[in-house]
């Protein structure tokens, strides 16, 4: 019975590792991706602001989540109480270290966290950007004739 409960910590250890570099992989490629809104909207790219409201609200409630996430984070980055088998010994600390290491789901929280800030400063830049245009494109205008 007790090998059982090893073999189930062993396995979701591994699950958990997995889906920890799962995490990782989708946080550098939405931090990429993060960083070339932020360098087109400091060039001039633009998004109407009804749009960009709703963009900003879908990434603060992202940010919600993930503040949510915080005391589960403190709990992964703490090596699980597997006993004191030699396997356990060895995968409790492997799990911990998943959770903490520089491709762990910590820090993939953290730079989601940190890119989604970045998200929301480039939606608010790529509207005042469409504002601008707006304002230039009406003053180019010709006026209508005066009745």
């Given at each position: 019975m007790a090998g059982e409960g090893l073999m189930d910590g062993v396995a979701q250890a591994v699950?958990?590792?997995?889906?920890?570099?799962?995490?990782?992989?989708?946080?550098a490629q939405i931090q990429a991706s993060a960083q070339k809104l932020a360098t087109n909207?400091?060039?001039?790219?633009?998004?109407?602001?009804?749009?960009?409201?709703t963009l900003i609200k879908s990434c603060m409630t992202s940010l919600d989540e993930l503040n949510g996430l915080r005391a589960h984070?403190?709990?992964?980055?703490?090596a699980p109480k597997?006993?004191?088998?030699?396997?356990?010994?060895?995968?409790?600390?492997f799990t911990q270290q998943v959770?903490?290491?520089?491709?762990?789901i910590s820090q993939a929280i953290t730079n989601l966290?940190?890119?989604?800030?970045?998200?929301i400063k480039a939606y608010h830049?790529?509207?005042?950007?469409?504002?601008e245009t707006e304002a230039i494109i009406q003053s180019s205008l010709p006026k209508p004739p005066s009745p």
């Open positions: 699950q958990d590792a997995a889906r920890a570099a799962e995490i990782a992989v989708q946080s909207a400091g060039t001039g790219f633009h998004i109407e602001p009804e749009a960009a409201a984070v403190m709990t992964v980055s703490q597997l006993g004191q088998t030699p396997g356990a010994n060895v995968v409790a600390p959770a903490t290491d520089p491709q762990g966290t940190q890119t989604l800030q970045d998200m830049q790529a509207s005042t950007n469409y504002a």
